[in-house]
């Protein structure tokens, strides 16, 4: 026999489109009325739950997928944040180590995540479809044995019923044929005949009963397997989130820990950054000028105190003594000497001779020599005229502390002290 393909002949091929075409009649017949179809509510019933069961199971496989794919994209963010802090991470900044072996701990953390949840969650989902596809196949099966045994179910009945109308269109030829008959050929046509009618009577009774057996035994097998697996997807949901809320609820829990000491990392550099910020700012508030090599002057909204008085104050100051006697003689120097000594004394005698104007502390300044004045940071300074203006440095002034003065009215206690160190009030 000519073989079509591998493991087909022609024979069976036959055969398969001959059930094919068979099943289609069938199908046919019974959605026209004509032949009547075996009905199973209670298997339908199971059918409809596992074809739900198995749409559920598929989503649920999918979306598994998707988290998977979300944690790989998280992971791959992490790191790349994580080797961005590393890069920019100086050597001399605290916790430089533990920086580099937090952000190691950082990527294992995601790594066994991810790994936790595919070999717990994704592959006892793919396990528990993987056994969908055989039942879904057999389901099918199942369904066209039933029209085959619908069909061979017909065919007998049919054959029932015309077997007596065939018996006796056989009887009456029959008879004729015996009476012309030999006597030794009577009865022989009407038993042949019989027994042809027979044969394919049996014939059809066999295979009722072979097609019966095959979908009663696909039939018995499904109704015991389907209710069984409809009854699994409980223990099988329960089981999938179960193990994901335990990696997720161990994975946040290790993170948390990471996430905390790195913000104590940064907390301690913040601690560092000031401390040195504050020596750095410390160190250049102690370096006084020096008197032989003052350091620049100071910025544009101090400038350095005048050692004449500008037209408007001597204007201001003038007016308060222009009736008194002149100290000196009436030449231009000695005029302008007059005036500097009315803006210095100060109205009513309250401020020292030769006050210019006040500064505050906001530095400490420990005396260096016997000439300078010291100062605590606060402390408010009365800032005198230099009696030569020659003897002055830059950055440098002369005063008195307003404490000292408001005391003993003495001025015997003035020094010079660095500007620097000062603010103007």
């Known amino acids: 026999m000519a073989e079509i393909g591998k493991g087909v002949t022609a024979g069976k091929l036959a055969i398969n489109v001959q059930k094919r075409l068979t099943r289609a009649q069938e199908k046919v017949l019974q959605k026209l009325g004509k032949a009547d179809e075996t009905r199973d509510v209670v298997f339908e019933e199971m059918v409809a739950n596992f074809n739900k069961q198995m749409g559920e199971g598929t989503k649920l496989q999918k979306d598994l997928k998707a988290y998977l794919a979300a944690v ?15 890069d920019m991470y100086e050597p001399d900044w605290f916790g430089k180590e533990e920086m580099d072996a937090l952000a190691e701990d950082t990527d294992t953390m995601w790594l066994d995540y991810h790994q936790s949840i595919t070999d717990k969650s994704l592959q006892d989902m793919d396990m528990y479809l993987s056994q969908f596809p055989d039942i879904k196949a057999r389901i099918a099966k199942r369904d066209r044995k039933l029209v085959d045994f619908d069909s061979a179910r017909h065919h007998f009945t049919s054959l029932q019923k015309g077997k007596k ?15 012309a008959a030999p006597s030794w050929a009577q009865g022989l046509i ?13 014939q059809a009774e066999e295979d009722l009963g072979r097609a019966q057996k095959i979908f009663e035994e696909l039939n018995v097998e499904l109704q015991d397997e389907l209710p069984a697996l409809w009854d699994r997807r409980v223990g099988v949901y329960v089981n999938t989130f179960q193990s994901l809320a335990g990696h997720q609820e161990k994975f946040h829990k290790e993170m948390s820990k990471l996430s905390e000491n790195l913000n104590d990392i940064m907390t301690k550099l913040e601690e ?12 250049s508030a102690s370096s006084a000028p020096k008197r032989s090599a003052p350091p620049p002057g100071p910025p544009p909204s101090r400038p350095p105190p005048r050692m004449t008085p500008s037209p408007n104050q001597q204007q201001q100051n003038v007016s308060p003594f222009e009736d008194e006697p002149s100290m000196h003689d009436t030449n231009t120097d000695s005029t302008t000497t007059t005036l500097q000594s009315a803006v210095t004394n100060g109205s009513d005698g309250e401020l020292p001779p030769g006050f210019l104007y006040k500064v505050k502390a906001v530095h400490d300044y420990a005396a260096t020599d016997g000439d300078e004045l010291e100062l605590k940071m606060g402390d408010v300074v009365l800032v005198l005229a230099f009696d030569n203006p020659d003897e002055q440095d830059d950055g440098w002034l002369m005063g008195l502390k307003e404490s000292h003065w408001f005391q003993k009215k003495d001025i015997s206690a003035k020094g010079v002290f660095p500007e620097n160190f000062t603010q103007r009030v």
């Open 272 to 283: 560092q950054r000031q401390i040195n910020e504050g020596a750095n700012h410390n160190e």
């Open 165 to 179: 109308k065939d018996e006796a269109k056989i009887a009456k030829p029959a008879a004729l044929l015996e009476m």
């Open 72 to 86: 790989k994209t998280m992971h791959d963010a992490s790191r790349r944040l994580q080797d961005c802090l590393a």
């Open 190 to 202: 009407s038993a042949h005949q019989v027994a042809q009618t027979n044969l394919s009577y049996n």
